[in-house]
Each structure stands twice: as C-alpha cells, then as structure tokens.
C-alpha cells in the first residue's frame, strides 16, 4: 500500500498526522487486538528519560508513592532557562511521542511503538540521539517498533532501522 510522501509537508503538518495516528493506534489496540492484561498508552516526553515510566513502575509494591500518603515541597522556586529553537524541527523533537505497552500487573513497560518524525532525521544528531534512544530501550529490555515513514537521508542513508542495526551488526 503506498505511502503519502510525508517529506513534502511541513513539521506541523506530520506532527498532527502523528499525533492523531498514535491515538487511532492506542485505540485500536486497547479494543481488543492486545492480549488480556495489556494495555496502551501515549506518552509525551522530552530527552532520554520517559517520566511515566518512573510514576507508573515501581519495583517494590510496598513503596508506591500512594502509600505514604505526603508530598514533596520545594523550598526555593525551581531554576529555568530559556531556549531559543532554531528551526521548525527542533519545535517538534522536543515533543517526543511515543506510544507503550504496558502489562497490568505494575504497569510493566513491555513495548514501544515509535514514529520517525522529520525532526529524527533532520541532522546528524538528530538521528544519532533517536538511535541511542532506541538501542537503550533494547537494552531495557523492551520491544521496540520503529516505524519510518519518511525517505532516507543524507543522515540516515539506509533508513532509521539500518542506523540501529549498524549498531548490532557493523558489517554489511
């Protein structure tokens, strides 16, 4: 089945084709296509670290946060900064999305689905952090789907998967 040639449209336009894809894909799979006690979710987050991974997992039941029943009060306001984007892209690599797997019992992460976006593959950077991402989230122990919609680039010749495979595999 063809494709749309997503390289012709702005960042903005993907983004919200993306976005709208990962919510048409956690519904489907939470309607039945997964197996009991599985579920999907979609979640935001920015660098190497997915936050509800740590608010949702804890590897000791006896200490979930719920059942301290306090809360955490910082003393002095937090420190921030100011970032100036420089392009389009950058806007929307840092509104990583990413949809998982989860398995009932403790909420274990068991898989991730990720869309290549145009900002994964804008720079050599770009598509280096993606491939670290996804070789730790190997490396975690986690399944990983990585679907690329987008043509190779000059940064990622053989596509976003040869990029990762290199990893494991440096021969041709």
């Not at 979710?41 to 200490?63: K, M």
Request: charge should be negative; proline fraction near 6%; include cysteine.
């Amino acid at each position: 089945m063809a494709v749309h040639d997503w390289s012709r449209v702005k960042a903005g336009i993907f983004h919200d084709f993306r976005n709208s894809w990962i919510a048409h894909l956690k519904e489907t799979l939470n309607g039945g296509l997964l197996p009991k006690g599985y579920y999907t979710l979609s979640e935001q987050h920015t660098g190497r670290v997915i936050a509800d991974i740590l608010t949702l997992h804890d590897d000791d039941p006896q200490t979930a946060p719920f059942d301290k029943g306090g809360v955490a009060v910082a003393d002095a306001p937090p420190q921030v900064g100011r970032k100036m984007i420089a392009s389009e892209n950058a806007a929307y690599r840092a509104l990583r999305r990413t949809l998982t797997i989860r398995h009932a019992s403790e909420h274990r992460l068991i898989a991730l689905i990720e869309i290549v976006s145009p900002a994964n593959k804008d720079r050599q950077q770009s598509a280096q952090n993606f491939v670290e991402t996804a070789i730790g989230d190997l490396r975690a122990g986690c399944h990983l789907i990585v679907v690329d919609l987008l043509p190779p680039s000059q940064h990622d010749p053989q596509g976003v998967h040869g990029l990762v495979w290199e990893y494991f595999d440096p021969e041709d």
